[in-house]
């Protein structure tokens, strides 16, 4: 497939084109200021997404889209800017008639006590505002179905750790290990994201991941 990855450059971003890749997909990647290494069957583009134009031709040959935007956790108007960049890409996706799937927070996830993440006590508070625009994001568009998208809510750690395929799927509930750890590596993240978009299971809905055991 032709996947597009917006933020390729970032934590979560690089390493779905590294696992893209690794599974022989076509990967075209978007990144705003950091370019990151150049590789087979990789085509980085320097770009805004807010130059809708640009961004619109240079994903429009793709088969999916990838989104995993931050405007950054240090933007003077971080959580309107996520919503303003979903704006976009989301009106881009429905114009191009293309898949999207938006890698969000896990503080609009269900903890045990049915309390959200977000007014719990598993994060401390600058993390949650970190989160504030993915949230609004979510609430703006989760009943939106005139538009492909699939939301991933990851663990609420997300770690720089290696792909091991041994995570569970959960749809609005926090997952938790048998230590009540919600947690899950980067890579693991990658790959699950990869899956979704070469065999869809959740259009028009959100999952989540972490591990179990
Ligand atoms: N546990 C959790 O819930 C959890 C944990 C981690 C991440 N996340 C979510 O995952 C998503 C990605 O986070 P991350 O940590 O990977 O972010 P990140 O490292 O800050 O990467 C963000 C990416 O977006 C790009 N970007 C920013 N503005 C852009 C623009 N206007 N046009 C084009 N590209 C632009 C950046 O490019 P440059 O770097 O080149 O500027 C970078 O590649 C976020 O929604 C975040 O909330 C959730």
């Known amino acids: 497939m032709k996947i597009a990855v917006i933020g390729a450059s970032g934590f979560v971003g690089e390493n779905i084109v590294n696992v893209a890749l690794s599974r022989g997909h076509e990967v075209i990647g978007i990144f705003r200021r950091n370019k990151i290494k150049d590789q087979n069957n990789l085509k980085l583009h320097k770009l805004t997404i807010f130059d809708e134009e640009i961004f619109e031709n240079t994903i429009k040959d793709a088969d999916v889209i990838i989104s ?14 996520f919503v303003d960049g979903y704006d976009v890409m989301f009106k ?3 114009k191009l008639n293309k898949h999207i799937i938006a890698v969000i927070g896990s503080t609009t996830l269900i903890q045990y006590d049915g309390e959200l993440v977000k007014n719990g006590l598993v994060y401390p508070k600058p993390w949650i505002a970190a989160l504030a625009g993915t949230d609004m994001v979510y609430d703006k568009y989760k ?3 005139s538009i492909k998208i699939s939301f991933i809510s990851p663990a609420a750690e997300v770690f ?3 792909l091991t395929k041994e995570f569970s799927y959960g749809k609005d509930h926090l997952l938790y290990d048998k230590l009540e750890r919600s947690r899950i590596s980067v890579q693991d993240l990658a790959y699950a994201i990869v899956l979704e978009a070469e065999n869809p299971k959740y259009i028009n809905s959100r999952f989540t991941i972490a591990y179990q055991k």
């Open 68 to 81: 995993a935007y931050n405007p950054g956790y240090y933007h003077v108007a971080q959580a309107q800017r």
């Open 92 to 94: 881009i996706a429905k």
């Open 143 to 145: 009943n939106e179905h």
């Open 160 to 162: 720089d750790g290696d």
